[in-house]
């Protein structure tokens, strides 16, 4: 079970995912959020992470070229493209070297025909509420057409109590979570991500 820990900003609260085993954290980028961090704050934590763990920066409908720009600036491994953000894009981020996840909401990525689905079959997939970073969950009977076929992490709305049911409902290679692991909007919670953690790997 692979688990993201996303829209970290402090020291203290990438710690605390480390510790508790996760396999990637994440860091915004996207303008607007309440988790919203520069470049030179993401170099810090960043240079925090042991190597083997994903940092990843999450971007959504950035120009290409900033996208690269912070996403080096910061050092990350792994970019993960949040808004319309075509192919084409994620095949220049894996040739400038970054590891790449692309978040499609439910009803997006059940819209796309079969020929699309099948180019995006290779890269790791994120599927997520409508909104994202917003505790969001969707309706799990969205995924009647099928998950994806490769990789793929659930995210929207997860929290410690939701996790292992929704892994055992509909079997994603892994998780992303970000308000559920927040005792107020945009503050992480060290014990909530501690019970996330442990609740994610309960099952798997
Ligand atoms: O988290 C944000 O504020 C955000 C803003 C803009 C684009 C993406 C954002 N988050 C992306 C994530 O990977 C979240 O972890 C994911 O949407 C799940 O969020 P939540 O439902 O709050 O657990």
Redesign the pocket.
Known sequence: MYI????LQTVESVAAAVEAGANAV?F?F?P?????ITAALAATLVSSVPEGIET?G???DQPLDEVLATSREAELTTV?L??NEPLADVTRLHAAGFRT?R?FSVAAYNALNPEDKRAWKSERI?L??V???????FDSSELAQGAPQGFWLL?????PSNVASLVGALHPHGV???????SSR?VKDSMLIRDFIQAARSIS
């Open positions: 993201k820990i996303c829209g994440g915004i996207a607007g959020s309440p988790r919203t990843v999450v971007f959504r993960q949040h808004g996840l978040a994120l997520d509420a909104e994202p970073g917003a505790g969001e969950t995210a929207g709305g997860l929290n992303d979570v970000s308000s559920g692991v927040e945009g």
